[in-house]
């Protein structure tokens, strides 16, 4: 008997083309569940979060206190990171400028989370405080803000007068600017 080595590299040739196919659709499937994880996540923030924050930095404002708003929605290549929104306060004091921590709020879609970071030096770890349901979330968001601001004046009271703002935060409002870390949790795994 002798070796069909033509049929060998043909059947080879096509189980490696077949693999080839079914890794790519694969692939493509994972792509497309995981822009809807990360549009269903923004939806959350966006439904939940954003118009608690406008009222805050209206109100705020009246009271001469800055805020900072930076999105974080441009995450679908980014697997282990879901959308977020950090929210800061600025105060000013004899010239100098002062930030207070920042509030993280993130989502998978279904729940809204917050966390918070004091940035000094550009370095920021992150305390979890809680997290809420998407629709359920109201007092998670308000929680966060006063944390924000109370940590403005916190910040104001026990700084010398010549600290000015940090420059881990001071990027310009829009998509990935800015602060360089999130909270890196995982979006759920689709039912």
Same mark, same amino acid.
């Given at each position: ?79 282990? /990171? ?7 306060? @600025? *105060?000013?004091?004899?010239?100098? %400028?002062? !930030? =207070?921590? +920042? &509030? ?15 940035? /000094? ?7 979890? @405080? *809680?997290?809420?349901?998407?629709? %359920?979330? !109201? =007092?998670? +968001? &308000? ?34 600017? =800015? ?12 039912s």
């Amino acid at each position: 008997m002798s070796a069909d080595f033509e049929k060998m590299a043909s059947e080879a040739k096509l189980a490696h083309d077949l693999r080839v196919v079914f890794r790519s659709q694969q692939q493509a499937e994972q792509r497309q569940e995981r822009s809807r994880l990360v549009n269903d996540a923004v939806a959350a923030i966006t439904s939940d979060v954003i118009p608690l924050l406008e009222q805050a930095i209206v109100a705020f404002s009246r009271h001469g206190i800055s805020t900072k708003i930076m999105r974080y929605f441009d995450v679908k290549d980014c697997m282990g /990171k879901d959308p977020s929104i950090a929210f800061r306060c @600025l *105060g000013r004091v004899d010239g100098a %400028q002062f !930030e =207070g921590p +920042v &509030a993280f709020f993130s989502s998978d879609g279904a729940v809204i989370r917050l966390a918070v970071a004091k940035v /000094k030096n550009g370095h920021a770890p992150l305390e979890s @405080l *809680g997290s809420e349901p998407r629709g %359920q979330s !109201e =007092g998670l +968001v &308000a929680r966060g803000i006063q944390t924000a601001l109370d940590g403005l004046f916190v910040e104001m009271e026990q700084e010398p007068e010549t600290e000015t703002a940090s420059p881990a935060f001071s990027g310009k409002s829009g998509d990935n600017t =800015g602060i360089d870390f999130l909270p890196a949790q995982r979006l759920r795994a689709a039912s």
